[in-house]
């Protein structure tokens, strides 16, 4: 029987799935820091069978390539290693699939798959020094115990040892200052900042180092892996090679206003929302109302977590009656800014189109 779940996620649209998976409205996106109620879920398997209430009667494993292999209970992770913080946006590999013409198999998610959480835990890194890497370990191999309907694991991703090496990589016992929810992969998940959130593997029992990269469910075929040459819906993905996502592009959404809202002729129009990106950090956000043909400056709040997303406002005027699309556009360090349509992929991963939202003056 599958543990129970005890958030209300009732704010939440919800989508198909052998369990709950479910999409953060935009307009509940406006807190800087996303609430564990209104967190997007996405599960490729059923609830695992944990035990519920007692942390404690959970336990991690490292093992494979290393000199050390080691066991820790929760109590002893947070007692051996120094307990760090860090706010970072969590979002799917998938989010935006809903949008890609001709569409694709998969969770059709629209642009409610992220939220930003404050996240503690244990860095990684200091726990596979504890173990003592063999020099052949190149990457991390992470289980879990959810399954899918059909008995078979649900996922089982690694990651490449410098990522689990960064100090921002984190096992995390907590979410927004309360202890990390069953539903978000509690009592231990991976943090993963920047990498798709496929990478942040929740209920992790047991990491192995391996001598190549880690071949678990959801890691060979198309799952979370991008075409290396753009791809046309009709070609044969067979003759082409993919590669693991390992980093989430550079990408805006407008959380206010929201297409509900009509504004008056002359009134200002206040835009506001979050830009973030993976490695290469956002630089700036531009505007349109004109869908395209001229854009201005955003504000862009700084921020001192590297892997939070950040705050962009902007205010124009509503000069002509009619409808309006607004349109938000980020761009990165490396001059890299979101497409204004869709990069098709078979899968539908990192459409970090631009969001556009329509609206009315009256
Ligand atoms: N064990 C396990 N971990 C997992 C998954 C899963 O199905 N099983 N889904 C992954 C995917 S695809 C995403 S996008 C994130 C979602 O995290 P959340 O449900 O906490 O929002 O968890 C990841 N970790
Ligand atoms: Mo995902």
């Known amino acids: 029987m599958a543990t129970t779940t005890s958030l209300d996620k009732s704010r939440l649209v919800a989508h198909e799935g052998a369990t709950l998976n479910a999409e953060t409205p935009l307009h509940l996106l406006e807190p800087a820091l996303t609430p564990v109620e209104n967190f997007f879920v996405r599960n490729n398997g059923v609830w695992p ?5 007692d942390p404690e009667a959970w336990s991690l494993t490292v093992g494979g390539s290393v000199a050390q292999p080691r066991r820790w209970r929760l109590s002893e992770l947070k007692a051996e290693f120094e307990v760090v913080s860090l706010s970072a946006v969590l979002e799917c590999a998938g989010n935006g699939r809903a949008m890609l013409d001709p569409p694709v198999e998969g ?3 629209g642009l409610g798959a992220v939220g930003c959480a404050r996240f503690t835990g244990v860095r990684l890194r200091d726990i596979l020094s504890a173990c003592e890497p063999l020099p052949e370990a190149v990457y991390t191999a992470h289980h879990s115990p959810d ?4 008995g078979a694991v649900a996922l089982s991703r690694g990651l490449p040892l410098w990522k689990a090496a960064a100090p921002e990589t984190l096992l995390a016992f907590a979410m927004n200052d309360a202890p990390l929810p069953f539903e978000h992969g509690g009592p231990l998940r991976v943090v993963a900042p920047g990498f798709p959130g496929s990478a942040w593997q929740k209920w992790v029992n047991r990491i192995d180092l391996r001598d190549r990269v880690h071949d678990g469910a ?3 075929g198309l799952d979370y892996r991008l075409p290396e040459k753009p791809l046309a819906p009709d070609d044969d993905p067979t003759q082409t090679s993919f590669g693991v996502i390992e980093d989430m592009p550079v990408r805006s959404i407008i959380t206010a206003p929201s297409a509900e809202v009509s504004l008056r002729t002359g009134a200002p129009i206040e835009v506001a929302g ?5 490695r290469i950090p956002v630089t700036a956000v531009h505007i349109s109302t004109d869908g395209g043909r001229s854009w201005g400056q955003a504000e ?3 921020s001192e977590e590297r ?3 950040r705050r962009f406002r902007w205010t124009g005027v509503a000069n002509a009656e009619g409808p309006i699309e607004i349109i938000a556009r980020a761009s990165d360090a490396v ?5 204004l349509s869709a990069h098709w992929n078979p899968r539908g991963y990192c459409n970090n189109a631009c969001h556009r939202v329509e609206l009315d003056v009256v």
């Open 335 to 339: 001059g890299r800014s979101q497409p």
């Open 107 to 109: 969770v059709a998610w």
């Open 274 to 278: 979050w830009a973030w990106a993976g």
């Open 300 to 302: 862009l709040a700084s």
């Open 49 to 53: 069978d944990l035990p519920p209430g």
């Open 147 to 150: 399954r899918t309907a059909k």
């Open 218 to 220: 959801k890691m060979n």
């Open 307 to 309: 892997w939070a997303w």
